[in-house]
């Protein structure tokens, strides 16, 4: 027989998740359905940065510096144990881009400080230039928080290969729902989502163990998370012309950690495990 909700959600990643929560804490009834389990594609392989966006000012920096202590402030008072505050430094590629921050500083809307080289060695953080350090920004253990957001919800492993409506019900196989919430990500296959221009971007993360102390996370072109039991998470989130997702494999990740040695002392990382997936983009 089939069975009845108030909404359905397509997809158990990060979105479809945190859709799924804040719908039953409006007392509705949600079945969340994804082909591969919670998580298990582009959120599954975040590095999760929770921090500000720097600009010159714009909707979208406003809109994503305030999602930002939503977020913060959400993690903090849901499940505190996921998420590292450890403050993340946002530091300049090069000269070119260190004149930028110049004209970025007015438009911080968060709590911000500027660090200087010497901070910055006293860190043990190879880099010159004058940066932002976001001391409430961190990052999340990504998969573990969709986990928790789901646990009280009914979450079935389900390829959904058709969607139709009838008497004002979508039907999903043999279940039945006044809403329906596509968390598909990248992939746009049940619905005609060109006109809001979602493509793919590939990520690639790999935690390594070490002996380093490293106390904060930091972005240049690539992000280095602060050494959280043992555990230093080397990312980036920037290959555009994947379109299909691959298997992982620890080249990827060693090439972080050659990049990442510019930054920090990598000397004593050693390749725990790699995740990778594909994550939603949309034109700004």
């Known amino acids: 027989m089939s069975k009845t909700y108030d ?12 859709t799924a929560y ?13 082909k591969r389990g919670i998580a298990s594609g582009g959120s599954g392989a975040a590095g999760a940065f929770v921090s500000p966006k720097i600009g010159k000012g714009s909707p979208l920096q406003t809109l994503t510096n305030t999602s930002f202590s939503f977020a913060k402030d959400f993690y903090l008072s849901t499940c505190p144990s996921l998420f590292h505050q450890t403050g993340v430094i946002r530091i300049p590629k090069d000269e070119a881009d260190a004149k930028k921050f110049t004209e970025y500083e007015p438009f911080n809307e968060n709590r911000y400080e500027l ?11 190879c880099s010159d230039f ?20 789901l646990s009280n919800i009914e979450v079935i492993e389900y390829e959904v290969k058709q969607i139709t409506q009838e008497n004002g019900l979508w039907i999903v196989g043999d279940y039945k729902a006044k809403n329906l919430v596509l968390a598909t ?77 510019s930054l920090i002392d990598t000397s004593d990382l050693e390749l ?9 983009g949309s034109k700004d």
């Open 115 to 125: 660090y200087t080289k010497t901070q910055l060695h006293a860190q043990g953080i």
């Open 185 to 261: 990500g990248y992939e746009s296959d049940l619905a005609d989502l060109r006109y809001m221009g979602i493509k793919g971007t590939w990520g690639t993360r790999g935690d390594f163990t070490s002996k380093l102390s490293l106390d904060v996370s930091m972005h240049q072109s690539m992000s280095v998370g602060a050494n959280v039991n043992g555990i230093i998470k080397l990312g980036a989130t920037h290959e555009k012309e994947v379109k299909e997702p691959v298997p992982c494999h620890k080249g990827q990740t060693l090439l972080l950690k050659e990049k990442a040695s």
């Open 22 to 34: 804040a719908l039953t804490q409006k007392d509705q009834k949600v079945l969340v359905l994804d």
């Open 130 to 149: 004058e940066s932002f350090y976001f001391p409430e920004a961190g990052d999340c253990d990504a998969k573990e928080v969709c986990e928790v957001l």
């Open 272 to 280: 725990k495990k790699v995740f990778c997936g594909m994550r939603a």
């Open 7 to 18: 909404s359905i959600i397509i997809g158990a990643g990060i979105a479809g998740a945190s």
